[in-house]
């Protein structure tokens, strides 16, 4: 016979097991806990409960004529000491590890009995015992012989295998086996990070969900005064509530990250195990499945396969392709998968809850430690008690308790705001109708009626307080039949104020609540602010015969922009064959839809002259020209948003220093007459080159401010947790977009009552019906503006194709998937971001398309579009000719600053 291909014998690793306390009941119900005796293996063994004031509860444990006493002191001790009666028989009191001999005239014959005497003793004292090759098989016959399942299961799972090639490959997967698990540490945190996506989307939804609120109220304050103070208010008030979902999510990602559960899914298998055991009465049914070390094999199985695709990347052209995937999967799919299905299992639960036999079912598990699941089965059903008579009681108390209970109020808030939406004629498409209906009346609503926090942690001002033995005790009390809910839920409330179990949830509670209340206060008074400053204007209509105010350009927006966009192509293509006649070969057949202006750039000199840059190291932004005129000119342009301050000479000098080498015209456009519409953009047309320059205004007033929040408050959010997701922000501008996608939700399903839609929609009509009746056939088209203005530009941009230059304006690259034209897919890389250094407002979002950054050092003031200008002439050498403008604005300390960091390096 041959010998085998290695001389290696293999055995499991030795392991620690500690038997549950759950087994109380299996290993002393047909036993005296004082003294009894077990056979094991044709050996008897003998228990003799002894109990000191050292070492309290022990056990003597004999086999056969010999005994081995275990961790107890033989000393002389008082009848006090065996008083059995104290004690009674807790298996909670353990002694120390030492061990010593109950009698001298013992022997120990054979160590492997008193090694077994020894896993006995702590198998009764449910301590921790050492499972390993020597002891598996007598183990796994006590575990027959006493019925402890988990021990049984264990020590079947342990295998020895002698030297053979399979022992051999045993050993080689247990190497690799351990290596990889010591991976899943890497994996752990990596998904960790990649997890931060999954709550930021949904505090972010329910941020946008507060801002269309008070927008609405907004709309109902001017048209709708009844309206406001019976629907709008009410709202804003029940959405304290909201903090309960989104402590649902934070919650679980704390269990996700930092509770290191060794399982995957581990709420969501709870709430499942809970709904198997209370619905289809499966008491045995585990609450979770334990994956031990296979949890962080798979851990480190995921980071070997990143680490390989990431590498794929650098060596393959392929390998990008992989891993944008791979971070679409682990930072969006997965995390929004994980925290909207634990919303809906919640929400199957609160459903479960309204029947009698899972709330009856519930209370026999005597499992109250999900303070979501007590308020749910444990909480009256006001509504259902007045139907059925449930609770015996006189039927005005059961009516009171209805009329003013929390499921009343939604039902009335919900059917309020559908009647609102029907008779405002708000014209909601299907898909807007499933959201409202699926997502926020049948959810939202449903999980903030059924749940009774975030108030609960208010106790702890001027209430006694409990501790942690009070609360126990209390528990304990709950462990008799026919206990009543309210007694229940007394021990609930007060455990979830007092217990440091759940401490995470009130700290959570605590924030989400106090940061919901001063955003509600704050946008609101906004709001009114707002609403009763329009409400004193006059309010002229829009003249029809110059553009269109079509108010179902929302539902059709898609197809006028592409009537627009095509129109804009035949202009460009007539102006290409025109300009081709003259100065091409007619052969020349190509153009650009939006690049016409690159005609007007022959022969034209630069607003900084090349002469003076010589042998100088200079910044690109100098030598940028859009459309044929610099950049610069583009950044004076964007200041020009307010024709009567034209008019009354108030941009004179600006003009004087910055366009004075331009012929243009200010023309009067109907937004800075409608005094109910607090926005603006005005038009300035330019000779030569031959261009129309739509000019939107920033935030100057305080229902701008609203609009900001409104489309940009939710992307703060995004803006801090993205830069802790690996890898994200630089390898999968999909994953971004989606992230955008699912925030903005509610502003689709709202998008009647959203500010930024409004200013979106009154511009668009004006630019298309210019771009329809007014654009001559070679005349190019540009839209910049500066903060406010410069975000809408690059939202119209993505929408329409027309270039945008966006001057301190907010980005749009999580938003952007929102407003994206399909037929349009690179118009984000023609648009031009200028990002001065230290301009918050600049970095909230991401930026898209060019970025071009000037340097700054002065906080919020680089949001001033005057120091940019200032600052891109000093970077240019070229601040002595604007120095007569600059100069009225700064100190010349703030100058020499800008000539200091912007001063071009010369080359002798």
Sequence with gaps: MPKPCCSID???PPFDLEISKKYYSNLFS?????????????????????ISKKDGLNYIVKVQSSSIDNNIEDVEQDESDYNHSDNNYSHSHHSSST???DNSDDIIVDKNEQENCELLRRIFLFETISINNDNYQFLNEVAQILELSELKEATSNFYYVKKSPKSFFLHVWTNIFGFISKLGLLGRVLTSFWDLTGPTMIICIFL????????????????YMAAFFCIVIPFLIYSLYFPNIVCISIIEALQRNIFKKKTFFYSHQKLVSAFIRIVLKKDNFPKYFNLGQYHDFIHGLLFLVFVCGFLAMVMNQFGSRFLDVWLQIFCFYIPIIRYVLLDLLYLIHSFSSLFDGPRKQ???LNDFDDPYLCTFYLRDRNWINLIFNKTGKRSTSVILKMIFSKTTFSFLAALAVIIYMICAETRMNSAQVCIMIFIFICGILVLSTRITFPFFWAKKIGFRKMTEGKLKEMRESLNRKNVEDKEIMKWHENATVWSRKYTYLRWSSIIMTILTVVFIVVLTAMGISSAIETSNQDSPSFDSANYSTNSEYSQNNTQENQTVIDKLRKNDEHHSHQHSSTTTSPSSTSYSSFDSGSMFRKNRKLMFDRQTLFRKSTSPTCFIQVKGIDLLEVIAISQLTNYNSYINGKYDLMIKHFLSKREFEFVDTPFIHDKSFLSAMSLIKIKDPKLSIFVIRGTV????????AEIWFASVMINIIIPLVPFVEIYSDRTIELVGIVTNVPRYAFKQFSLVEEYKRRFLDYINNYISNKLEPDEDILITGHSLGGGLAKIISLETGIQAVANSGPGVRAIGAFYKNESLNNVKYSIIDIIPGEDLVARVDLPIGTQIDVPCRRGLICHDARRTMCQIAALCDEMDNYRGWCETLFDNETIAEMIRQGNPVNIR
């Excluded at 047909?30 to 002894?50: G, L, T």
């Design 30 to 50: 047909n036993r005296d806990p004082k003294q009894f005796s077990i056979s094991i293996d044709n050996k008897n063994y003998e228990f003799r409960q002894k």
């Design 362 to 364: 519930y209370k026999e």
């Design 208 to 223: 946008n969900i507060l801002i269309l609120f008070v927008t609405m109220s907004l709309l109902t304050l001017k048209d």
């Design 10 to 12: 293999y055995e499991a």
């Design 99 to 101: 061990q010593n001999s």
């Design 701 to 708: 007033n305080t229902q701008d401010i609203i609009a900001d």
